[in-house]
């Protein structure tokens, strides 16, 4: 039977959600560590055209290290979502709920590949795939900016979260908004092709970190506090 806790509640359910969390957490860095260097590898060993080109054509059709950056990109997938489970109680809905629409639309983007340079308008004739492929990429990354946003202004999250989620939510609106308007001033090259991998690695980075202060996070489940802010 679980021990009544100070107030006549119940610690042990309590206990085995915080452990359930850190896992969770664990998890979610392994998942993110794994999916970067699998993503990572795979764009390296790639015949790609280097930082001129797209990440994602490391995982056009054809490409012989296409399996190791589709399974990098749904381990990267996998990551957001075990983030989203390992926050803790009273986090505001909208955090979880945002990272795992990243992590459906990250997952669709690794499903869906694109043709041969991964064309977008307004420069290049795009197909239907690159323009399902290109739609995703850009809504699993806003959704994970949005989530640091929200992370960032959430007490319960915790200080260390809140300190990471600040940060990139800092680096990444500047670099998002430099992004989308050089794809529609000068597209594809090595302006676009840089700031992407920066957008990228900011994501991966704030994941995994975050990822590892919740697995670290020790502190016991406790209500919303203005102190927390």
């Not at 039977?1 to 860095?29: H, I, L, N, Q, W």
């Not at 590898?41 to 015949?47: E, F, R």
């Not at 080109?53 to 996998?78: D, M």
């Amino acid at each position: 039977m679980a021990e009544p806790g100070p107030r006549g509640t119940t610690t042990a359910p309590k206990a085995r959600s915080e452990v359930a969390r850190r896992v969770a957490g664990s998890a979610a860095a392994g998942c993110a560590l794994a999916g970067a260097v699998a993503v990572t590898v795979a764009v390296v060993a790639g015949p790609g055209p280097g930082l001129t080109g797209y990440v994602s054509e490391a995982g056009i059709a054809g490409s012989g290290h296409a399996s190791t950056y589709r399974i990098g990109v749904l381990a990267l997938a996998a990551a957001l979502l075990l983030v989203g489970a390992a926050l803790p109680p009273g986090v505001w809905v909208a955090a979880p709920a945002l990272l795992a629409t990243g992590a459906v639309f990250t997952a669709v983007s690794g499903a869906v590949t694109c043709s041969a340079g991964c064309p977008l308008p307004p420069f290049e004739r795009a197909t239907a795939a690159d323009l399902v492929h290109g739609g995703a990429s850009i809504a699993a990354t806003a959704a994970v900016v949005f989530a640091m946003i929200t992370l960032a202004v959430s007490g319960p999250a915790g200080p260390a979260v809140r300190w990471l989620s600040r940060v990139a939510a800092a680096l990444a609106l500047p670099l998002c908004a430099t992004v989308g308007l050089a794809m529609l001033v000068v597209g594809r090259g090595a302006v676009v092709g840089v700031l992407e991998r920066l957008i990228l690695a900011l994501a991966v980075v704030w994941g995994l970190a975050t990822a590892t202060a919740l697995a670290l996070d020790r502190r016991p489940s406790s209500p919303f506090r203005l102190e927390d802010l």
